[in-house]
């Protein structure tokens, strides 16, 4: 290899260094920026009204339950009528936190869940989480009620006692 072969090789690795550290930096500066704008941003109000914000302050308003809409108690854990994790820091509590993830596991199996594939692969990667060794059982049931393929609504699905 002759002498100007090799002085070409290595300028062009120098150049090719220096193109990539630019470019680091570069992107470095344009994911600052980004960092900056979205901290700038406005913080957005409530989606709702201030008659809905009184309304929810209020010291004789109840919670309710985001599956059967039934109210509860503010210091349950769990809805009295359809068994959902409700508490504010039910998932924060490491026995209770059990319960929390075996209803959401539930809900998997009975197949009482809009399906969709974004949920049924959370379904998956969650029983290959929790149950390892017994994700296979687990994954049988919840594929065995996919071909159901009707979109469950909230009147549709059953609680009990009502």
């Given at each position: 290899m002759s002498l100007l072969a090799q002085f070409d090789s290595e300028v062009n690795k120098g150049e090719a260094s220096i193109a990539s550290l630019v470019l680091?930096?570069?992107?470095?500066?344009g994911f600052w920026a980004f960092i900056r704008w979205v901290h700038r941003a406005p913080s957005q109000p409530?989606?709702?009204?201030?008659?809905?914000s009184r309304e929810i302050e209020k010291e004789e308003a109840h919670a309710l339950c985001h599956r059967c809409l039934e109210p509860h108690e503010?210091?349950?854990h769990f809805c009295?009528?359809?068994?959902?994790?409700?508490?504010?820091?039910?998932?924060?509590?490491?026995?209770?936190?059990l319960f929390s993830i075996g209803h959401t596991l539930r809900i998997?199996?009975?197949?009482?869940?809009r399906k969709s594939s974004l949920t049924v692969i959370g379904f998956v990667l969650l029983s290959i989480i929790e149950y390892s060794v017994f994700a296979p059982f687990?994954?049988?049931?919840?594929?065995?009620?996919?071909?159901?393929?009707?979109?469950?609504?909230?009147?549709?699905?059953?609680?009990?006692?009502?």
């Open positions: 680091v930096f570069l992107l470095g500066c409530d989606p709702w009204g201030e008659e809905v503010s210091h349950e009295p009528h359809c068994g959902a994790p409700v508490g504010e820091c039910t998932n924060l509590m490491p026995f209770i936190y998997g199996t009975s197949g009482e869940y687990y994954l049988f049931r919840l594929f065995q009620n996919l071909p159901d393929k009707r979109s469950l609504t909230g009147s549709d699905i059953e609680t009990p006692g009502g």
